[in-house]
């Protein structure tokens, strides 16, 4: 069972570590991180294409896709599925910083290789990557990407 805690976990993590006032949520479901990252003073904007979602918020429905005009200083994904990866080549294509919290791979690949795949692909796109835990039950390993100071 996933841990109800998580959106506030991360939404605290996310305000604690990062000064971006504007932040995207991909695969963001029905918005209850959105909504979490909103009470904290942050706009925040989420993408999925389920058309249930709480009221209220900036959801759009559809997938992200490399070439949306960039409105966002930092972009995450919290067990975002099939759509961890394009988070991570968004970020290094628009030069933000992304945290992640991977989940299910989107090719069959195990946990602790899906998490150094991610890694390794930030990384082979000019970013540098570090790892941490959220303290929650479940998959709750980080890979946060910064790109290096040039």
């Not at 995207?24 to 904007?45: E, F, H, P, S």
């Not at 429905?61 to 966002?72: I, K, M, R, V, Y």
């Amino acid at each position: 069972m996933a841990d109800l805690a998580r959106f506030d976990l991360l939404a605290d993590f996310l305000v604690q570590q990062f000064a971006a006032p504007r932040i995207w949520d991909v695969a963001g479901g029905m918005g209850k991180l959105n909504q979490a990252l909103t009470v904290r003073g942050r706009q925040c904007t989420t993408f999925d294409v389920r058309w249930k979602h709480l009221p209220g918020l900036d959801y759009r429905e559809q997938l992200l896709e490399l070439d949306e005009p960039c409105a966002c200083d930092l972009i995450v994904g919290l067990h975002a599925d099939g759509a961890t990866r394009i988070i991570v080549e968004y970020a290094a294509h628009h030069q933000l910083p992304f945290v992640i919290v991977p989940c299910c791979s989107d090719n069959s690949m195990p946990y602790k290789p899906w998490l150094r795949h991610l890694a390794e692909l930030a990384q082979s796109l000019g970013m540098t990557t570090r790892q941490r835990d959220l303290p929650m039950r479940g998959r709750c390993t980080m890979i946060i990407g910064e790109h290096k100071p040039q």
